[in-house]
């Protein structure tokens, strides 16, 4: 059974620093390309970012692209968003994803198969 669990997320103010982390379970992530979609309330689920199985290639919607950085450690099954210069608009439940057909950065949700439950960051004025 695979599983994907987020966490660091939180409280902070505009101007600050997250990192959040997906732990994955059941499944040798070395593989497949991973992702973070983010939801805010009453909105489409959106992409953020996503990397490739050796995390040398990356994608970024382009609101977050300078100031998210994804990354990966493959030998601790974990993903990672570092989160800098948060603004208000970043608020939203942030969730990983594990897309397991494809060896390539994949930016629309139907291209992953399983989901972590999120996590939730809000960001202060």
């Known amino acids: 059974q695979v599983q994907l669990v987020e966490s660091g997320g939180g409280l902070v103010q505009a101007g600050g620093s997250l990192r959040l982390s997906c732990a994955v379970s059941g499944r040798t992530i070395s593989r497949y390309a991973m992702g973070w979609f983010r939801q805010a309330p009453g909105q489409d689920r959106e992409f953020v970012a996503t990397?490739?199985?050796?995390?040398?290639?990356?994608h970024y919607e382009d609101s977050v692209k300078v100031r998210f950085a994804i990354s990966r450690n493959n030998a601790e099954n974990t993903v990672y968003l570092h989160m800098y210069s948060l603004k208000p608009e970043d608020t939203a439940v942030y969730y990983c994803a594990l897309d397991q057909h494809s060896g390539r950065v994949a930016v629309h949700s139907t291209e992953y198969t399983y989901w972590g439950q999120g996590t939730q960051v809000t960001v202060s004025s």
């Open positions: 990397i490739d199985p050796s995390g040398g290639s990356t």
